[in-house]
Every structure is written in C-alpha cells, then in structure tokens.
C-alpha cells in the first residue's frame, strides 16, 4: 500500500479543505452553500478518499442537488422507509376526531397489518407499485376471503394515502377499480318470524330475553351485553299493566383478545375480565332509545324480575358464572348454536338478528329515516342493507288496484 500523501499547510487547491488530525486521520470539510461549514460524516486514511469526497460534494453543488446533512440523512431514511416501518408509526399515532381507535379497530387493524399486509413490511414504501398491490390483490381475492380481502385493502389504501400525505411517495398504488367495495355474493337471510319464535322456544331460558331484544329492538351484540336495569324504562296504564318499554342504548361492550395500549378518553376498562371495554356505540347515531313491541313484554319483565339483579348498574345478560362478568360473543356460541340448529337454521348469525328487526320495522310501515334511528345508522345505504323482500310481492299488487 503507498503511502499517505502529506496534507500541505495553509491554502489547499480546490474545493473544500482536508486537515490532519491528532489521531493521524484526515477530516474534510467545506462551506456550504448555507455559508455554514460542514465536515465528512467520517475520517479518511489518505486524503485521495478525501478529495473525491469533497468533489463529489462539489458536483451536488454544482447541479443543485445539494442539500445540508441533516436534510440529505432525513431524505434518505425516508426513502429507505420499509412499509413495516411506517405502517406501525401511523397505527401508534393514528386519530379519529383526535382520540385513539377504538379497541375493537386497533384488534383489526393489528390482525390485518400481522397477517394479510405482511408480505409489504421489508417492502420499501418508495418500491410499492400498482402491479405489485394488483398481483397481492389478486392472491387474496383467490382464497376466497373476500370481505376480509376488501378490508385488508382499505387499510393498504389507507396507511399508503397517508404517506402520499407525508410526501414518502409521489401516488397512491392502491388503484384497482371495485376493489373497496367487493362483494361475497353471499346475502343474509334473517330467519322468518316462525323460525324467530322457535329460536326463542330452543335457546336457554337465560338469553330468551336477549335473543327478543336483539330482534324486535335492532340492537348489536354489543349494545345488548352492555344492557342494564337502569337503561329500561316501563310505563304503567291506569290498571297497572305495561303499556311501553323503552330501551335507552347508551354503551356497548368490546372484548378484545388484547388491551390495547392507548384507549380514548370515552372508553373504559371493565374489571371483569382482560380485554373487556365499556364506550359508546359504534357511532354517535347508535345511541338512541327504542320501544319494544308488546308481544315481547313478558319474556323481557320475566328477565328482569328473575334474572337480573335489582340495582339500576346490574347487568342483563351476564357469563355462564353468573356473576357480573360481561357475556362475550365465544361465550354465548354454545347456546347460539345450539339452539339454530334445532331450529333448522345452522346458518343463521347473531348479527341476522338486526337484519331481522331493520326488515320487520320497514315492514311495519317505517320511514327510511325511522328505520336509521331505530338501528342507529348514519347513512341510508347502510340502513337499506338490513331490509329485505318480505314476499309481500301479491299483498302489494293487490294494493295498488
């Protein structure tokens, strides 16, 4: 190896300067175009490195290129930015009307970013392209998940909407024309008022009540395990007897497999059990107050008289251990099931229940304005997916003679 050049003293030829250091090693530097003088991120062993570095600045300068360290040392983790990298921060830091996600948001975002979005975390966001969002797309669509493979891509166009945002990347990739809005096929046939009847005959006498509630009154699985005495109000006639029961949804419970880490302000833990949370319904529209029909009035008055507790906070519907634990969703399976399945309906979920009741309120002579604010909906093509044909199709032409 040749020997190091000495580093001649004083004015040096060229641009930018090369000074020996106490340790024997060169350091490079030059004046900015910011009048500021900047030195090499790292020594050099011979000042031919050194030079070449400082041309190679001086080339920068020269086609306006430049830009100081700490701007250039940004530019490029921002361009290195893996989807991994980024898709985390904007989960951590994402709002919605400035408060977190709701838990139940956070356990589906975290699902989808773990699972189907994995292929794009080694990914940098700058070599993201339309081809290879299709090409994922298409792979998704091909397993036959296609609600989850819908959601999934919502979230790729949303996270990546939010970069374009940041100025990480120039467009949004995720351009496949019917890709937000694909469909299973697949409609929800809520069960027929005969097959209604016999769920409530068949399911356990614990959750009679609750299986009415959820069809006559329209409410989530949610909504109704966070039901409680005080949100019923029972209005007498003269005679004593109930004329109106009216239900005040206020709250809704969430169980997640994992409490999250940040909540907003609005929502609670529940002592109960872990990943259990007490907020507001789904959306400001889901809080409201519904009547019950007066066919179901006995089976609701029997719950509350004998199976519910006699404080306004007691729950109505509570875990197999009977304390005040709310009842999940995997808890109330066993019965669920059990019960369609004697009915002739294996098919059927607790969610056709509110398909149900948004179908019987149209039916009764609703407005589609009464029928959101019966389910709590704040848009009318949401609303309108919860009424179904009744085969009301003679009855109607006779009508119109």
Not at 317 to 323: E, H, I, L, P, R
Request: glycine share 8%; net charge positive.
């Amino acid at each position: 190896m040749s020997p190091a050049k000495k580093v001649k003293k004083g004015r040096q030829p060229g641009f930018g300067t090369v000074r020996k250091l106490p340790s024997g090693n060169l350091q490079a530097s030059y004046i900015g175009p910011d009048g500021k003088r900047h030195n090499a991120a790292s020594t050099f062993a011979n000042v031919g490195p050194a030079r070449d570095w400082l041309a190679s600045v001086k080339a920068q300068i020269n086609m306006g290129t430049w830009l100081p360290p700490e701007e250039a040392q940004t530019k490029r983790e921002r361009e290195n930015m893996t989807f991994g990298e980024y898709a985390e921060r904007w989960f951590v830091t994402r709002r919605k009307k400035g408060q977190p996600l709701r838990p139940n948001t956070q356990q589906t975002y975290r699902t989808h970013l773990d699972k189907r979005l994995a292929v794009f975390a080694d990914k940098r966001l700058v070599a993201i392209d339309r081809a290879m969002v299709r090409d994922w797309h298409n792979e998704q669509i091909a397993t036959g998940h296609i609600s989850q493979a819908t959601a999934a891509y919502k979230l790729l166009s949303l996270i990546l909407g939010e970069a374009v945002e940041d100025e990480l990347i120039p467009a949004n990739p995720c351009r496949i024309k019917g890709a937000r809005s694909a469909r299973t096929g697949r409609e929800v046939e809520p069960p027929t008022r005969d097959e209604l009847a016999k769920l409530v005959e068949v399911i356990d006498p614990r959750y009679k009540a609750m299986v009415q509630i959820m069809a006559w009154g329209g409410l989530r699985f949610g909504e109704v395990a966070e039901l409680r005495r005080k949100d019923f109000t029972i209005t007498r006639d003269a005679d004593g007897a109930v004329s109106v029961i009216e239900v005040t949804i206020a709250r809704a419970m969430v169980h997640v497999t994992k409490t999250p880490d940040i909540l907003p302000r609005d929502v609670k833990l529940c002592p109960c059990k872990p990943g259990c949370t007490v907020g507001p319904p789904k959306s400001e529209d889901g809080k409201r107050t519904i009547a019950l029909p007066p066919h179901v009035f006995g089976d609701v008055l029997d719950h509350l008289d004998n199976r519910t507790g006699k404080f306004g906070n007691s729950l109505l519907f509570v875990a197999s251990t009977g304390d005040q634990r709310h009842l999940t969703q995997p808890l109330f399976w066993w019965p669920w099931n059990e019960a369609r399945k004697k009915a002739g309906r294996s098919d059927l979920s607790v969610h056709s229940l509110r398909h149900f009741a948004g179908t019987r309120h149209q039916e009764a002579g609703a407005t589609l304005k009464d029928t959101m604010s019966f389910l709590g909906h704040s848009t009318p093509g949401t609303a309108m997916g919860y009424q179904h044909e009744t085969g009301r199709r003679v009855e109607l032409a006779m009508r119109m003679a």
